[in-house]
């Protein structure tokens, strides 16, 4: 028998464990906005910082770096995002499926507003290795879309899909982890955005998906109320 949800609440500690976790990302988020606009002493660290990792360019690394940021793209991270959640509707998964599509469509979309709000500009021109978007720099959507998709991956693969074997599991894990930070790490490279930009998609990142994946768990394990 279900528990009531003021005794669930109680007794099973994800939900705790993601409010708290909710939390400090959204905290940490606002810190880092703040400091990125307000604090001079933080902006220059992160030129600093930034300015390091673009100088490691090299002609192996420039092609690399720019394929990177092309799957970490809207067009790409639509496409694979509409896909995975088609694939999991497809195969009756409809609540991983409307999961999969919230997460990251919701997510990308209040990023792309936050950038507005934030309003931090671009590193300047003459740092860029590639042409630089049209918009505010402050969270790195790219960064932000691509924790969101193999987050999301990674959790459904760890809680959902069982049947698949554990070492392989592991991997898939491991290469979605390596892929989403390089694609981050990708856009400062190339000197379109700072390294305090893909923290803060980071962050922005872990407070959605908490949300979202709070609500999926609640929904999924029967007690979501009226």
């Given at each position: ?5 003021r ?25 880092l ?24 360019g ?5 092609p ?19 896909g995975c ?12 499926a409307?999961l ?6 919701f ?8 950038k ?5 500009a671009r590193?300047?021109l003459?740092?860029a ?24 991956v ?35 490279y ?8 893909v ?16 609500y ?10 009226d």
């Open positions: 028998m279900a528990l009531p949800v005794e669930s609440w109680r007794r099973d500690p994800r939900y705790g464990a993601l409010v708290i976790v909710f939390g400090l990302a959204l905290a940490g988020f606002v810190a906005a703040i400091m990125a606009v307000l604090t001079p002493s933080f902006v220059r660290l992160d030129k600093a910082v930034s300015g390091a990792i673009r100088s490691l090299n002609p192996v690394m420039d690399i770096a720019v394929g990177f940021t092309i799957l970490g793209g809207v067009t790409v991270m639509s496409i694979l995002t509409l959640a088609a694939w999991l509707w497809l195969r009756g998964r409809r609540d991983e409307i999969f599509f919230t997460t990251v469509a997510g990308s979309a209040l990023g792309h507003g936050l507005l709000l934030v309003g931090r590193p300047a003459e740092f290795r590639i042409s630089i978007p049209d918009s505010y720099s402050f969270p790195s959507g790219h960064a932000l879309a691509s924790f969101l998709f193999f987050g999301v990674v959790f459904l693969l760890v809680t959902v899909e069982q049947k698949v074997p554990l070492r392989t599991r592991a991997v898939v894990t491991v290469l979605c982890v390596l892929i989403a930070i390089s694609i981050s790490m990708s856009r400062v190339l000197g379109v955005h700072y390294l305090g930009d923290f803060g998609g980071w962050l922005l990142g872990s407070a959605i998906m908490t949300a979202t994946v709070g999926y768990v609640l929904h999924t394990s029967g007690r979501l109320t």
